[in-house]
């Protein structure tokens, strides 16, 4: 996976955390430095965390469906991003804890909105992706969608929600089809 692609990649990631930092960012007053640094923390922390679990359960059974990684691959990112699409329509509005910042409730939300990462830690063992690099730019790109997203969510509401979920899933589906062409071909 080129350069280009995976920051493509992690942008579509982010956009769980994103739509859960609008909210976030609705739901508090006055914004701190604090605000910021857990909800970027948490949320970038797990999206680079769960990629390189992933990546050891791919890496552990790689050798044994080498010949159909690719359309593993496909089919996971195919997935991902068709269950992020399909969020996106849901009408759900920010839920009544979204002001709350405590332990509990960011390792609950950091989990739930990585979930997608571990499946395309997965994939990257069957692609041969120099993991370093992937889980460093999805870690710098989620906090920093995430922090941006509290801003937003503060200043003008959660208007953005539904419509980033939307993007993320289209992108994660071009890239399972990129993959899918460049390894047919």
Do not use: R
């Amino acid at each position: 996976m080129d350069i280009s692609s995976l920051i493509i990649l992690s942008f579509a990631l982010a956009a769980d955390a994103f739509a859960v930092s609008l909210c976030k960012g609705f739901s508090v007053k006055e914004l701190k430095l604090k605000h910021y640094l857990i909800v970027g923390l948490y949320f970038g922390g797990f999206q680079a965390l769960m990629p390189a679990v992933g990546y050891i359960l791919g890496a552990s059974f790689g050798s044994f469906v080498e010949k159909i990684d690719h359309w593993i691959a496909f089919i996971l990112l195919g997935a991902i991003g068709g269950k992020m699409i399909q969020e996106s329509f849901k009408n759900d509005s920010c839920k009544e804890d979204s002001n709350l910042f405590d332990f509990k409730t960011m390792i609950a939300l950091g989990i739930a909105t990585s979930i997608d990462a571990l499946a395309v830690g997965v994939s990257f063992a069957f692609l041969k992706v120099d993991l370093f690099i992937a889980l460093l730019c999805i870690g710098i790109i989620t906090f920093m969608m995430c922090a941006l997203a509290l801003k937003i969510g503060n200043k003008f509401g959660t208007y953005l929600k539904s419509k980033a979920e939307f993007i993320g899933g289209a992108i994660l589906i071009f890239l399972a089809v990129k993959i899918l062409l460049e390894h047919l071909s």
